[in-house]
């Protein structure tokens, strides 16, 4: 069973910057699309970014474009979300999330897409 490990949430006051990482169990999890959605108290998990297999295709939603940038390091086996210029409303449980097809050419942005989940990691952004 392939595990996601998130890790890196914590406090920071508004303006600053948070890198989260997640590492996975298992040296297959490179042939697969990785993700990061976050969910905040009494709302739905949103999407916030994703990258493929190879790294070549990227895609962010309309809430962090500009200010957040994932990556995946050279062996594709860990994922990075480098989140800069933080706001109040970024605050929430951040989730990595690995596709559920091997080797998909797009970087999908649809929650459904994606079937082996972190236990995810608290970011607040607060003064």
């Known amino acids: 069973q392939v595990l996601l490990v998130e890790s890196g949430g914590r406090l920071v006051q508004p303006g600053g910057s948070l890198r989260l990482s997640c590492a996975a169990s298992q040296d297959n999890f490179r042939n697969y699309g990785l993700a990061w959605f976050r969910q905040a108290p009494g709302k739905e998990r949103e999407f916030v970014a994703a990258?493929?297999?190879?790294?070549?295709?990227?895609d962010y939603g309309d809430a962090v474009r500009g200010r957040f940038t994932i990556s995946r390091d050279y062996g594709r086996v860990s994922v990075h979300l480098q989140m800069n210029n933080l706001k109040p409303e970024d605050t929430a449980v951040y989730y990595c999330?690995?596709?559920?097809?091997?080797?998909?050419?797009?970087?999908?942005?649809?929650?459904?897409?994606?079937?082996?989940w972190g236990q995810g990691t608290q970011v607040t952004v607060s003064s």
């Open positions: 999330a690995a596709d559920r097809r091997p080797q998909r050419m797009a970087a999908t942005t649809m929650i459904e897409e994606y079937d082996i």
């Open positions: 990258i493929t297999w190879t790294g070549a295709r990227i």
